[in-house]
């Protein structure tokens, strides 16, 4: 094969070029044959390669004093590039650590939510709770900053065979493993259509050479007989697993009937992870989703980053910008040549600020989605010892949504269930209630998954809800990208730049804040090169 350019790796290294950075040196030429793949002409499609850091150079050193607003990702990241190119910048954040959203909790961790309840984590050693991100996709430029960071990761499993799935609604009263609710749904589904592909239903779509190919493709995709009925099999799984000598193992036995598989509703889970942003292999940080701003922190340095310094006023004077902020007792005022401000949209419209009424709309454009996860301690791993789950996610109907096993600590001694991360109404019926009553509500719900264990074995517990932590007020917000407003924030007002995930098309994900970051960091240097 002829060596053929990346697309997007390229066209970003042009775009920076033209705008007098450079792209880094390295791999920007590939292959698909060196991606030992072998492409048919028609199949020829550009491989996708993500900027990475080391591609994300700015030419030339800055000068100028920049305040950050906010060090969450895309504070520290913006932070952590305009530092590289030689600019002093100073972070404001009004929590009293790094990471926003990026929040990890453990053994001694304490917060007090906006109503007043205060939690204080009695995690055991080694046990954490991703509370806010916990998996990575490979495309993601996170991963990137983590190998540039050398923030060590390991697999997230995202998606496992042996994992569950519970409709209560429609009637199930024990969970299906993963396993025999896609050999079912593919099974019929595959019958049905290599029935009617056979039948002659489908010969105006078909040519006789598709409907070959295609009742080919269904027999195996399906597992169906040579009368290309479903009729289960050991895809399905096992009571007893195969073994020694003469035992061929207990199958699960025959599948429910076919209006009994679909009125059960369990396909509904399985797009999930064919979603390109949600598809294995997925990613973690060991030791914690933390580890990312920590090294961010460290590589900014923590002397240029306040803690406790709430912003309360932003004031473009003209000729520079002077940000008043809280820190203890004392208020005071710091003066930058630029400001970057990356609070979440709803909190930045609530600040004073001379720097428009359209801005303060088009801040106020952007919905707000709540969230919540509870983190269950167990003082032994169940999961993996009686169910052999080993990570990977239970689906359900119930408003704990999904069951998170973990994906770390295996074998081990204790560990950590996420025992709801839900969104949206849920998510606000469990976070209106204290601590206790969400760790109640969770366990009644868990139990009917896995038994009594589920509560009798509980260790302790920490719950986050997103819509009432303090200087988040949610866990992600929903950008009118056509608006106006959205338009205007992309736009510097005056010397003041925004970034933040809910600036970019990928809400929601790390990856949103750091692109978004980068593109502010991009257009600040270009400025103050040519002022
Ligand atoms: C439940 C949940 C699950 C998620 N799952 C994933 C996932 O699996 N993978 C993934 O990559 N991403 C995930 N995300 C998204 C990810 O957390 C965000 O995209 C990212 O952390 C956003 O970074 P940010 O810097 O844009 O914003 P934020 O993290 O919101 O940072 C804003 C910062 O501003 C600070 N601030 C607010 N008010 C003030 C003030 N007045 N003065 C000073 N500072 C202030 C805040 O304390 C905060 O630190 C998830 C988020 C949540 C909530
Ligand atoms: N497009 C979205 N907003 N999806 C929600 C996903 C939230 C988060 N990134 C997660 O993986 O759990």
């Known amino acids: 094969m002829t060596q053929q350019p990346i697309s997007p790796a390229v066209s970003r290294r042009g775009f920076l070029r033209a705008v007098g950075l450079s792209g880094g040196a390295g791999a920007m030429f590939a292959t698909m044959g060196a991606l030992g793949l072998a492409p048919t002409a028609a199949a020829a499609a550009p491989a996708y390669r993500a900027p990475t850091p080391a591609d994300f150079h700015l030419t030339g050193r800055g000068r100028a004093s920049v305040v950050i607003l906010g060090g969450g990702i895309a504070g520290l990241a913006t932070a952590y590039e305009l530092g590289k190119a030689g600019y002093d910048c100073t972070v404001l954040e009004a929590r009293d650590i790094v990471g926003g959203r990026n929040f990890t909790v453990r053994g001694g961790t304490t917060q007090t939510d906006l109503d007043g309840n205060t939690q204080k984590s009695r995690f055991g050693e080694g046990v954490y709770l991703n509370a806010g991100p916990g998996r990575l996709a490979q495309w993601m430029v996170t991963l990137d900053y983590c190998r540039e960071l ?37 099974g019929y ?3 049905l ?12 779509a078909l040519t006789a050479a598709d409907k070959d190919r295609l009742t080919t493709f269904l027999r195996s995709f399906g597992s169906l007989g040579s009368t290309l009925g479903y009729t289960g099999g050991s895809r399905r799984g096992f009571a007893s ?6 035992d061929e193992g207990t199958p699960l036995g025959a599948p429910p009937a076919l209006s009994d598989v679909f009125a059960s509703n369990v396909g509904r889970y399985f ?40 912003v309360t006023d932003v004031t473009d004077t003209g000729s520079g910008v002077a940000v008043t902020y809280r820190q203890g007792k004392a208020t005071r005022v710091l003066r930058a040549d630029y400001c970057v401000a990356t609070l979440p949209p709803h909190l930045m419209a609530r600040i004073p600020h001379n720097l428009g009424t359209p801005v303060t709309a088009a801040l106020s454009e952007f919905g707000v989605t709540a969230a919540g996860k509870i983190g269950l301690e167990y003082q032994r791993r169940w999961w993996e010892e009686d169910d052999r789950i080993y990570g990977g996610i239970t689906e359900t109907d119930l408003d704990l949504q ?43 719900q868990g139990v009917k998954i896995h038994g009594e264990k589920y509560r009798s074995e509980l260790v302790s517990s920490w719950s986050q809800a997103w819509d009432r932590t303090r200087y988040l007020e949610g866990a992600w917000t929903s950008p009118r990208y056509t608006s106006p407003g959205y338009q205007l924030l992309l736009q510097p007002a005056g010397r003041v730049y925004f970034a933040g995930d809910w600036l970019s098309h990928e809400v929601a994900w790390q990856h949103g804040a750091f692109v978004s970051a980068r593109s502010v960091v991009t257009a600040l240097h270009q400025r103050v090169l040519t002022a």
Not at 153 to 179: C, H, K, Q, W
Not at 241 to 246: F, K, S, V
Not at 299 to 308: E, L, W, Y
């Open 402 to 444: 999904h069951i998170w096993y973990p994906s770390y600590g295996f074998h081990g001694r204790r560990g950590l269930v996420v025992g709801y991360y839900n969104t949206g109404a849920a998510a606000r019926t469990y976070s209106a209630l204290p601590h206790a009553e969400r760790e109640a509500r969770a366990l009644a």
């Open 193 to 204: 259509l290599a029935k009617a592909t056979n039948q002659g239903a489908l010969d105006a």
């Open 241 to 246: 697993y195969p073994g020694a000598g003469t």
């Open 189 to 191: 589904v595959s019958e």
């Open 150 to 186: 050398g923030v060590p990761i390991e697999v997230f499993t995202n998606a496992n065979a042996d994992a569950l799935i519970f409709n209560e609604s429609a009637g199930m009263t024990a969970p299906v493993r993963y396993r025999a609710a896609k050999a079912d749904v593919f």
């Open 271 to 310: 797009s999930f992870e064919l979603g390109y942003d949600q598809a294995m292999l997925m990613f973690q940080p060991v030791g914690g989703m933390d580890q990312i701003p920590k090294a961010l922190a460290k590589a900014v340095g923590h002397h240029r980053i306040k803690v406790g310094a709430e």
